[in-house]
């Protein structure tokens, strides 16, 4: 894509200059994504983790706000998964938010300037430093054609609203908006995780089950699962800073599956093992049971003991400028 970029080295600024013969439209894509780019950079900087996750919140049967996050490789089921809960709450008259489809930061609360909430109310104050906030990233959600029929009257909607000249492909697209508003759900910029869910949906001959994860497995599964903030524009890699990682963990530590604290002196580390200490499912399921392990994991949800108390998942919605 045409574009000349210019760095300034003192005021820390970029310009894009317009190629002749460029459209506006591409101007501004290239724009927003290296706006993107750079703040992905900064957060990783400040030890922030970047998964393959979906993430949404809703309200379970006490009445307060869980957030739900779903992390998993792709094509492992989180988008079929992410739909089902997000429809099945709104059948269930549950207030529900669709926070990522696919792309989640977790970082800690506390980490300034890089993961300041600028124009946006605090997730919750009561919290202090060092709780986990999962931020999604906007982006194209793609449901995989085999999926329509088993997410039953939601795949409905998602063929009505989706992009059909891509069904042909195996998969159709929609835009956050859509899908929120097929379930019924707002859409939110980031809360507090709640729990997190490792779903692996397979073939038909394998019964589903749901087990409970220790934190060395949840660790070990996070640790293999990290991405880079940012594949394309690794021009910017020299322009910041990355804190180095931490030591591997010794024989000394007595945490199993995390560092001990005079070890874990990475932020990434750090996020790690605030993420390994809540609650953990693995999901595993024939695909054409992803109604009903929908349903079976809201009613788990409902019976765990929220790790902070009632109203944890403490959404913040997407910013709007005050003008």
Not at 276 to 290: E, G, K, M, T, W
């Amino acid at each position: 894509m045409p574009r000349v970029l210019y760095v300034h080295p003192t005021d820390r600024m970029l310009w894009l200059r317009q190629h002749p013969g460029t459209g506006d439209q591409q101007v501004v894509r290239s724009a927003m994504r290296l706006v993107r780019a750079l703040l992905r950079r900064q957060l990783q900087a400040a030890g922030a983790v970047f998964l393959p996750a979906a993430a949404l919140a809703f309200t379970v049967r006490t009445g307060s706000r869980r957030c739900i996050t779903l992390i998993g490789p792709s094509r492992s089921g989180k988008t079929s998964l992410l739909l089902a809960l997000l429809d099945l709450a709104r059948q269930c008259a549950r207030r529900a938010a669709l926070i990522s489809n696919d792309d989640s930061t977790f970082h800690l609360t506390g980490c300034r300037p890089a993961c300041q909430d600028h124009g946006a109310p605090a997730l919750d104050p009561t919290r202090g430093a060092g709780s986990v906030i999962c931020r999604g990233w906007p982006r194209g959600i793609e449901v995989r054609v085999d999926m329509i029929g088993p997410l039953g009257g939601a795949g409905r909607r998602v063929r009505s609203a989706g992009s059909t000249s891509t069904a042909t492909l195996g998969s159709i697209y929609l835009r956050p908006e859509s899908a929120a508003a097929i379930t019924e759900a707002d859409l939110a910029a980031a809360a507090h995780p709640n729990v997190l869910i490792f779903p692996s949906f397979t073939g038909p001959d394998r019964a589903g089950d749901i087990e409970l994860l220790t934190p060395r497995q949840v660790v070990e599964r996070l640790s293999g699962l990290q991405q880079l903030p940012d594949p394309i524009e690794r021009w910017l890699d020299p322009f910041f800073l990355i804190p180095a990682e931490a030591p591997p963990p010794t024989a000394a530590a007595t945490h199993p599956g995390t560092l001990p604290p005079a070890t874990a002196t990475s932020g990434a580390q750090r996020v790690v093992n605030a993420l390994a200490a809540l609650p953990a499912l693995q999901v595993r399921a024939p695909a054409s049971d992803v109604l009903a392990t929908a349903a079976a994991l809201i009613g788990r949800i409902d019976g765990l003991d929220a790790p902070h108390g009632p109203g944890t998942a403490d959404t913040v919605p997407p910013f709007k400028d005050p003008r």
